[in-house]
């Protein structure tokens, strides 16, 4: 490749060197480059295919992972654009051998022969239909040779802004540099066909469900809802907030667009905070069966007992003297159905919400189907309660849901939250029954699930591949990564690399109505609070002033 610095191959214009001795003698004159923009090398197309484009830049240039790339096709008769994201960087060279361990005298190799080769995965390419509206779409060309490449800028990439859904949670992130025009948001439309959030320890997963929370809240409150989205929390983070940071219940301005439930009498002094309650004959054997690791003869019993005893009050009449006689009679183990008994009565002691006389599962099914977020808030209680009790819901919202979709009155759909997923996802038997039917065939009667966890390696490959939505933070076992990569519905597994340098807060969407995996940056929870508050202190001076802003 020419040295096209070097003074050697400048020409003063108007002038022409004299040739050479040697040149002159043979009657021929040396070649000479003329320096202009179409012979420089860098940043142009220089290789590869339809699946892998190639191009150099200065090795002094700053370029980052998970850029995206515009690549304009000055031969297309519409002008398309491709776009590409970087996926790999490599030292390079015009040099053969080990020319960068070898001394040369008292100096180094020229430096224009130093360059670093960019490796980029095609996206897409943006053409313009007749009447010169632009069209992203999939591309089955490739650009040609020495096309000019950029980093791509707002314009090129505003066709995202088109495509993006309803529920905002972040901004469109180029590398390190933020798109603030371009939001980043889900669509309403794909919530019941299941989400997973999926992040290392640290990396941001309940700022990103408390923002998410925050738009659905939203929403809700402008009666824009499409569904409803259930929170159980037993770590006490989302109402109010941990220590150091904000609650849902500090958004003052859509306050109207959540409902919560708590098992912290400290929270009931919240007038939108109401006390949490489960009524016994609410509670069926299989809620039971979720909690432990039965051996095979205990699962047989627990199965066996809604055969044995009729009606809401099996749980009163298996704790009595004749009710486990009756089991016994059953042809069941004294000790398996003592094992049993002692286990239900642990259960009631523990769950002090579990009452006679009231159930907020009513309320809390009612406010889904509404298009309302519920937060149930249980952080005095412990993991076994806390499956216990999602295990309840999650059913009698399904439930619920059979019910409305059989008989035509369909409410919203819903989606149920399910922290440490892996624990009810992981394929044990017993635990996986009650939220396997709703992976499988819950979209069916728009209810879904969206998992959170740190370990997508342990959540079942058949379930998990029933997920349409992917929200990655950040994961650095690549097994998690292997798992992500064999179940989404788009190719993830030229992220691999960019997955592992996520920081806290940065993220890889990918969804099926969106037409690649969009790296996003997450709002930070506060800010996007103090922006939601302040929305409605901008619509009251507006008011003030005697103009009504429009809707949103």
Request: proline share 4%; charged share 30%.
């Amino acid at each position: 490749m020419a040295n096209l610095s070097d003074e050697r191959w400048k020409e003063p214009r108007g002038q022409e060197s004299a040739p050479p001795e040697g040149l002159a003698r043979i009657g021929r004159k040396p070649q000479t480059i003329t320096m202009d923009e179409s012979s420089n090398p860098y940043f142009r197309i220089i290789s590869k295919d339809v699946r892998e484009y190639h191009f150099i830049v200065p090795s002094e240039e700053w370029v980052e992972l998970g850029e995206i790339v515009s690549i304009h096709d000055r031969r297309a008769e519409r002008g398309a654009t491709f776009l590409a994201r970087i996926t790999d960087l490599r030292h390079d060279s015009n040099y053969d051998g080990n020319w960068d361990t070898v001394i040369r005298g008292d100096g180094f190799y020229d430096s224009d022969h130093i360059f670093c080769r960019v490796v980029a995965e095609p996206l897409g390419c943006i053409t313009k239909e007749d009447g010169g509206r632009e069209r992203f779409r999939k591309s089955r060309t490739i650009p040609a040779k020495f096309s000019p490449v950029t980093k791509a800028e707002k314009e090129e990439l505003r066709f995202l802004g088109e495509v993006m859904g309803d529920i905002e949670v972040g901004r469109l992130r180029n590398g390190s540099r933020d798109v603030k025009e371009i939001p980043v948001a889900l669509h309403s439309d794909a919530m019941d066909h299941h989400m997973g959030v999926f992040a290392t320890t640290g990396m941001g997963k309940s700022n990103f469900m408390k923002v998410f929370a925050a738009s659905c809240m939203k929403m809700a409150s402008a009666k824009k809802s499409k569904f409803g989205l259930l929170i159980v929390d037993p770590h006490g983070e989302y109402i109010f907030g941990a220590e150091g940071t904000k609650g849902l219940l500090h958004l003052d301005r859509y306050r109207d667009g959540i409902v919560c439930y708590s098992t912290d009498k400290r929270h009931l002094k919240d007038p939108l905070v109401s006390n949490l309650t489960v009524k016994r004959n609410e509670i069926l054997p299989g809620d039971i069966e979720v909690l432990y690791d039965w051996t095979p003869a205990q699962r047989e019993a627990l199965e066996a007992v809604s055969r044995v005893f009729y009606g809401d009050g099996w749980l009163d009449d298996l704790l009595t003297p004749e009710g486990g006689a009756k089991m016994i009679a059953e042809g069941f183990h004294e000790k398996t159905v003592g094992r049993i008994s002692r286990t239900i009565r642990t259960i009631l002691d523990k769950n002090r919400y579990i009452s006679d006389l009231t159930s907020s599962i009513p309320g809390i099914v009612n406010n889904l189907l509404a298009g309302k977020v519920v937060l149930v808030d249980i952080p005095t209680l412990g993991e076994r309660s806390e499956l216990f009790l999602l295990s309840i819901l999650s059913r009698s919202i399904l439930d619920r849901y059979k019910k409305e979709s059989a008989e035509g009155q369909r409410g919203k759909r819903c989606l149920i939250t399910v922290e440490e997923a892996q624990r009810v996802l992981g394929g044990g038997e017993g635990s996986l029954a009650r939220f396997e039917s709703i992976a499988r065939e819950g979209r069916k009667f728009g209810v879904g699930l969206c998992a959170i966890t740190q370990q997508p390696k342990l959540i079942d490959k058949q379930l998990l591949s029933q997920f349409n939505t992917f929200v990655i933070l950040g994961l650095a076992d690549r097994n998690d990564r292997t798992r992500l990569e064999e179940s989404a519905k788009q190719d993830l597994s030229s992220l691999d690399v960019e997955i592992q340098t996520l920081e806290k807060g940065e993220a890889i969407v990918s969804t099926l109505k969106i037409p690649f995996p969009v790296p996003a940056r997450v709002h930070l929870y506060e800010e996007y609070l103090d922006r939601l508050n302040g929305e409605g202190s901008a619509e009251k001076r507006e008011e003030r002033r005697g103009f009504t802003p429009p809707p949103d």
